[in-house]
Each structure stands twice: as C-alpha cells, then as structure tokens.
C-alpha cells in the first residue's frame, strides 16, 4: 500500500465528512438542550431528565459493533446513507413525541426517538471517524479530527440556539416543537441525496489487506502490522480495550459539562442560563483551532498529557470556587476536550492491521460513556440534596467530582496503556 496518500484526493470526501461531523454535532447539541426542556415539560426528576442522554447513546453500545459488520460488508458510502436516514427518522419521531406533551406517553416516546435516532448517530459514527483517521498519516490524524470537531462542535453550540428559537427553555411549551425537528430531518436527508451522487473513495488501513506486507522487507510499522494481522480477534489488542475504556471516559465527560451548563446556571441563579450552554462548545471550537497549530510542533501524544493536566486543574476549579467564578471553568474543560477524541482514537486504532473496522467498531460502542456519566451525576445530585428542596449550586459542584477520575484514566492511557501489547512481528 502506498503509506504516502494524496491528500488532495480526499479534499472533497473530507468535506462532506465535516458537514456529516456537523450533523452529528447538531443532533447532539439538541439532545442536550432536551434535558432541561423534557424536566420542565414533564415535570421530572433529575435523575429521570438525563434518561433522554441515556436513550441516545445506549444505543452506540447496543449497535456498535453490528455497525462495524454492516461498513465490513457494504462500504463506508452506503453505510453513511443509510446512517444518515435513520437519524432523520428519530428527528421526525420527535414531532409525535411533542404532541403526546399532556402526558408521560410523550417523554416515553421522545426516549424512542432519542434512541432512533442515537442508532443512525452510530453508524455515522462508525464511518466517519476511522474514515477521517485512514485517510491520510496516522500521526495527523488528530489534526484531522480537530478540522472536524470545529464543524460538529460548532454544531453543538447553534443545535440549542437553533431549537430555543422554537421552544422556551425556562418555560417549555411543545406546541412548536415540529418546526425545528421537521427542518433537521429535512436538511439530513439532503445530505444523504448529496453523499449518494458523490465519489467517495473507499479506504483501508495500512496492513488491512493481509497480504499487501512483505514480513522480511517491513519497516518498524509494518511489522507491528504484520504482527496484529497474525492475530485471531480484535478482543486481543489490550491497547485498543484500554483505549475504548478511555473513549467511555472521555465522551462521558465530554456530554456532561453541556449536558449540565444550564442546570448549574439555574441553580446558581444567573440571567439567562440556556446562554451558558454555549460556553463549552466556545471553549471547544477555540480548542481545535489552537490544536491545529499545536500538533504541528507537539506529537499527538504528547499534546493528549498537557491537555489531560489542564482538564484536571480546570475540574479542581470547578469543584473549589465560588459557583458563579467556577461555571467558567466548564469553557476551559471544553478547551481540553477538543483534541481528546482524535488523539485517543489514533492511538486506539494505530497497528490493528485486518481488525481496522472491528476495532472501529468497538471504540464507537464506547461512546456509551455520553449515556452512563450524565445519568451517574444526575442520581447523585438526587441523592445529595437536601430533601424537600431543589439541587443548589453546591451540590452540582460536588457532583463533579466525577471529572476527576475519568480525567485519572485518560492519563494513564496517554502515558502507559496505549502502549500496552504492542509487539512487533518476528
């Protein structure tokens, strides 16, 4: 295989990629905002809010690995489209979902269309993310990912924008609610028109051809490839099982601090709290901007443990200063965020070899963690606060004491664990 690609092959299928890295990002900044609008709608507890989150991504861990097999068999193209219907199917789900507002038949059935739709995010997911990752060198491929996470972060910070020009977080009525749903569901399916008339080229990893290294005549890489091409199953690459564990962690504690801005912003009592959902996909886009120019001096790695120290200063923040000061610190968490995805993920997948796509799967299956963090802290606030009277300021900053481990692992992973089985062929 020729390890030099063109990128300039693949400068449009990118772009499409990135306005796919928009959808996605746009259907989960939604999903955030439905937290505080289904609690007040529905009069429901904290801990039953977060059950929207819950629904969109238990289905990564349900469907991730059968959307591996799926790309395997069909290609990344189709696997797109399909991916992209789906997740118009769960926008247009919503539109009964509002409807049935009188009732908890309605926040029962918004969980099923957060879950249709959580299915085609993690197709799409499937495809997009080792796409970006293969096609081009694998030591770039969090700069890559950084191009794409300004798209869908960007995304993610004008989805509630965009859905609050429909429904008022502070006093959520649905009445409108099929506007906005009908036009994201229509937008996504021109997009999936779009993708079936362009060339997409389809890509393997190095070594993903079991025959195209010759073991006498391989580099270093490639011997780590020839080695993971001798291999049984994907189960037997602890790097890439210690990697998915730091994806849960990171997409965890990535959903929670947009999933919560708004919350913590009521509690503390500031003016226009839906606003503060903003912060951290700000802190997010400048991340990525400055990541760009970061990694062109700074290996990935190295660049995955500075923003790993950072998050865990900004956590420490966040717990330890006065409520209105700390709520700021969730900008700087959304900062250090923006190069952890395309950084663990390279480091996931580098030197499977065959298993490319199946590991590809099983890291999507790990963005469960977006599903298992923000249902953990919404519990504990119920369990913390004092009974009879709302959450404060103070028990959400005990709360996020649950950044603090995770950000533990993710450095570990960065130092040690992506190293870990790693053995060269011969």
Avoid at 297 to 321: E, G, N
Wanted: net charge neutral; aromatic share 12%; glycine share 8%.
């Amino acid at each position: 295989m020729d390890k030099k690609r063109n990128n300039s092959n693949y400068l449009l299928p990118l772009l499409i990629i990135a306005v796919a890295f928009f959808i996605i990002g746009f259907g989960v900044g939604i999903n955030g905002i439905m937290v505080p609008i289904l609690e007040g709608a529905f009069s429901l507890s904290k801990g039953m809010s977060y059950l929207v989150l819950t629904a969109t991504f238990s289905a990564f861990l349900i469907f991730g690995r059968p959307s591996g097999m799926l790309i395997q068999k069909i290609g990344y193209k189709k696997a797109m489209i399909i991916a992209l219907i789906i997740m118009a199917l769960g926008m247009l789900l919503f539109i009964p979902s509002a409807r049935m507002s009188d009732s908890m038949a309605g926040f029962y059935m918004f969980l099923v269309a957060s879950f249709v739709g959580g299915i085609g995010n993690t197709l799409l997911q499937a495809t997009v993310n080792p796409y970006v990752t293969i096609c081009g060198p694998i030591e770039k491929a969090a700069q890559r990912m950084c191009f794409m996470g300004i798209m869908n972060k960007s995304a993610w910070y004008l989805g509630p924008i965009f859905l609050s020009l429909f429904i008022d977080v502070t006093n959520p009525v649905l009445d409108l609610a099929h506007i906005p749903f009908g036009l994201a569901a229509a937008v996504i399916v021109l997009l999936a028109i779009l993708i079936h008339f362009v060339h997409l080229p389809e890509v393997k990893a190095e070594g993903e051809d079991e025959d195209e290294l010759d073991e006498a005549n391989a580099d270093t890489r490639d011997s780590f490839v020839i080695a993971a091409n001798k291999k049984k199953s994907v189960w037997q690459f602890p790097h890439l099982i210690l990697g998915a564990i730091a994806l849960f962690v990171y997409v965890g504690v990535e959903t929670l601090p947009m999933a919560s801005a708004i919350d913590f912003a009521n509690a503390i009592g500031l003016d226009n709290p839906a606003h503060y959902s903003g912060i951290v996909s700000i802190g997010l886009v400048i991340g990525y901007i400055v990541s760009i120019f970061l990694l062109q001096v700074m290996r990935q790695k190295q660049a995955l443990i500075l923003f790993t120290f950072i998050a865990i200063a900004a956590s420490l923040c966040l717990i330890y200063l006065p409520a209105q000061q700390a709520i700021y610190s969730l900008a700087v968490l959304g900062f250090t965020h923006s190069l952890m995805w395309g950084a663990i993920w390279a480091l996931a997948i580098d030197k499977l070899g065959k298993f490319t796509k199946a590991g590809s799967s099983i890291l999507v299956m790990a963005i469960v963690g977006g599903a298992i963090f923000p249902l953990i802290f919404g519990f504990i606030l119920d369990a913390i606060k004092t009974p009879g009277m709302a959450i404060t300021a103070e028990n959400f900053q005990t709360g996020y004491w649950l950044f603090v481990p995770g950000y533990l692992y993710i450095l570990f992973y960065a130092t040690l664990g992506h190293k870990i089985g790693l053995k060269k062929a011969g």
